[in-house]
């Protein structure tokens, strides 16, 4: 039995008003030499929804579903939120949990799959934040597991998966799922070394390393559930996408990018794509611009129908899935008993040696995994 002082959720924090943005913008960028003008681009995104990302109040949103689930199974444990980008930053929020006497935490991260930005850049925020508060060696921060493939991730993309195809089949009668329909699983594209260098590389992912192929394998048992829920699907066609670069284009970037993939389908058949933001756990700018605005103006040019499917956000099963890792850290579940929906998982709770580096940036400190 191990015992926690608090949960910390660990955002990636996101501007609330227009002075914010671009401020907001060179803290994401700090260190890469972005300039000013390639800020003021992806700025519009932002002033396009009156300089306010939506992922703060998302996050105060699942923040109060994870003390909702807590209180109901009993578990007295309180929930802390600090960001990566943007207040509260995370050094403050532990500043205030060892004030608090909490020194013993769990961080929840909010990004589901192994790489550097999801996963590595937020465990070297976390050391950074300790040795900025002067913390290191006094306050213990562990991680839950990658949960890519926990039921509580999956399952809600299951749900949104079948009734996307439903209502593609609603709204164009008489279509064919197998030969006139696409399912497009979209996530942010990376670069390909950081890609490469996402997992251990003793598992041998090959050149997309573990971050695409744990995407695969979450698309390839989301299509297995639904073709078992309805036979009509089962010979649906997919395929996963990339969004959201922002390297220059001499840096190659996984692809292809959802645009360029959308542009080719009408010339197979397609009449109609369904959109799953797999690689993101909410509504969040890139799901809300590159999606919703992007992506489906792209399928309007093509003369193609188009559904989004939601993100997990606070569906039940995720928030349910949440404390399930919370749980599984408390009782000290063997791996053998956790659950896991592709033949890649469960992932570490501890993340190996070398796993996810960044070959611009090299190591820094890290927590929760093995050095380097």
Known sequence: MTTYDAILLAGFGGPEGQDDVIPFLRNVTGGRGIPEERLEEV????????????????????RAALEAELDRRGIDIPVLWGNRNWDPYLRDVIAEAHTNGQDRLLAIVTSAYSSYSGCRQYREDLAAALETTGLTGVVHIDKVRQFFDHPGFVTPFITGVSTGLADVAARIPGIDLA?????????????????????????????????????LAVAHTVMTAVAAADAAASETPWQLVFQSRSGPPSMPWLEPDINDAIRLLPARGIRAVVIVPLGFVSDHMEVMWDLDNEATETAQEQGL???????PGVD??????????VVERLDDTPAADRPAMTPLGPWYDVCRPGCCENVRLGFKPALAGIAP
């Open 305 to 311: 129908f188009s559904v989004r499917v939601p993100t």
């Open 316 to 325: 039940p099963a995720y928030v349910s899935g949440l404390i399930d890792l």
């Open 43 to 62: 700025a519009t995104h932002y002033r396009h929804f009156g300089g306010i990302s939506p992922i703060n109040a998302q996050n105060r949103v699942l």
């Open 179 to 215: 030969t006139e329909v696409e399912v497009l699983f979209s996530t942010h594209s990376i670069p390909s070394t950081d890609a490469a260098k996402s997992g251990p590389a003793e598992r041998g992912f090959g050149e997309g390393g573990a971050y695409e192929a744990q995407h």
